[in-house]
């Protein structure tokens, strides 16, 4: 089953809108990777976090590595329609695999 | 296109029958991975390779299911006497070995959509 908490499970956002999304886990992971998905497709890497504290971003979207190393937020700025999909944090150990939550539904409003 | 490609890309099967999904992964990738994912959920881990070592086998994966990864290169994925249970989406991912920190995260291909009837 999921090991990582996700929240909030789905929203509405208003174009222009900023959104936060977070996951938080009971365990340890060494790396945070966060993932978009579009239907009927794989995920696509959207972020990857390797340190605790790290803030890194990729054009309207910021993520962080938290300092616990037990969770990691998300953020999107200025909405746009194509921000629409589903997106996951996954959690990764030194044994590369990934654990998932169980992802955020977006939907925007124009 | 040089990412990880998956085929068939969907597949219909009556239950008892036997299918069979392939990944192509990225090309310098050591590292094959796939998972399961139903529907609301996240992926979930299955098995992964590095070259064509199977390294790691999860519980989700029963005696119905064999991966193989024979030269190191594709893998393919088994699902004999299908239940309908097994309906999901199979996904495929790899990653470079050890070194640098970019070449740790995995990257996915499109996925393969299994329904059992």
């Known amino acids: 089953g999921q090991q990582l908490n996700q929240s909030p499970q789905s929203m509405f956002i208003q174009e222009g809108e900023d959104v936060s999304m977070n996951c938080t886990s009971s365990s340890i992971f060494n790396t945070w990777l966060w993932y978009k998905q579009d239907p009927g497709e794989g995920p696509v890497l959207l972020i990857a976090?390797?340190?605790?504290?790290e803030l890194t971003s990729n054009g309207r979207l910021t993520a962080q590595f938290g300092i616990t190393r037990k969770d990691s937020f998300l953020n999107i700025s200025a909405s746009i329609p194509s921000d629409v999909g589903i997106y996951f944090c996954?959690?990764?150990?030194?044994?590369?695999?990934?654990?998932f939550g169980a992802g955020t539904t977006v939907t925007v409003r124009a | 296109d040089t990412g990880v490609s998956q085929n068939p890309r969907h597949k219909i099967t009556k239950r008892g029958q036997n299918v069979t999904f392939r990944c192509d992964p990225i090309?310098?990738?050591?590292?094959l991975y796939w998972y399961r994912q139903t529907l609301g959920q996240g992926p979930e881990f299955l098995t992964y390779?590095?070259?064509?070592?199977?390294?790691?086998k999860s519980r989700l994966l029963s005696d119905r299911f064999s991966a193989e990864r024979p030269k190191g290169s594709f893998s393919t994925l088994e699902i004999q006497r299908t239940e309908q249970g097994d309906s999901a989406m199979y996904l495929c991912?790899?990653?470079?070995?050890?070194?640098?920190?970019?070449?740790?995260?995995?990257?996915f291909g499109p996925g393969t959509r299994l329904l059992v009837l």
């Open positions: 991912a790899s990653r470079r070995g050890l070194g640098q920190k970019i070449a740790e995260t995995q990257y």
């Open positions: 996954a959690g990764q150990r030194n044994d590369y695999k990934l654990s």
């Open positions: 090309s310098e990738h050591n590292r």
């Open positions: 976090l390797y340190k605790a504290g």
């Open positions: 390779f590095q070259n064509e070592a199977q390294l790691e």
